[in-house]
């Protein structure tokens, strides 16, 4: 009996043995696949995150770009607008110092229909000079200055309208 006890604990020992080894190699074949999976989906995770940033960059590239253009065309619209503002400033300039030296006289047209007590006629013309068409009467320098003033002053303001429609259509355009 002690024999047969010996027997069956030697092979319960050597099954408990052989089940022990066959869960530990179940655990490492499972261990195993296990980690291939996730190294699997580990490498599509990183793949996709690649793709991603790749897709950002070249997105900032693309705005960068934009920008960049951009900012040339309002500098080379700035550099116009600046240019034909000093011309205008200059023109005017020039008209002011015509007037001040009275190289330049303003002269404004008379009503025709006025009479001026002279039955509708016009007055004479005199030495050195012609008057066809319709009676004019010319304008005191500093009033004649105003108004040239006033003058630039509308057309710096034409100047900078173009320049800020142009701006805006420049902008809305590229969006």
Request: charged content about 20%; aromatic content about 4%.
């Amino acid at each position: 009996m002690k024999l047969d006890v010996l027997k069956w604990s030697g092979a319960l020992v050597l099954m408990l043995c052989l089940m022990a080894g066959s869960a530990w190699a179940a655990w490492e074949w499972q261990a195993n696949a296990y980690g291939q999976q996730l190294a699997a989906k580990e490498a599509a995770h990183q793949t996709e995150r690649t793709s991603l940033a790749n897709a950002n960059s070249a997105l900032i590239l693309a705005e960068q770009g934009k920008r960049l253009a951009l900012e040339q065309w309002l500098a080379a619209s700035d550099q116009a607008h600046y240019r034909v503002l000093t011309d205008e400033k200059t023109k005017q300039e020039r008209l002011r110092d015509r007037l001040a030296t009275a190289d330049l006289r303003l002269s404004v047209l008379l009503d025709a229909t006025a009479t001026n007590d002279r039955d509708g006629m016009q007055a004479t013309t005199g030495p050195g000079r012609l008057v066809h068409g319709a009676a004019r009467a010319q304008l005191d320098r500093a009033h004649a200055q105003r108004i040239i003033g006033i003058i630039g002053d509308g057309d710096q303001g034409l100047i900078a309208l173009r320049a800020c429609q142009a701006y805006a259509k420049e902008v809305s355009s590229s969006q």
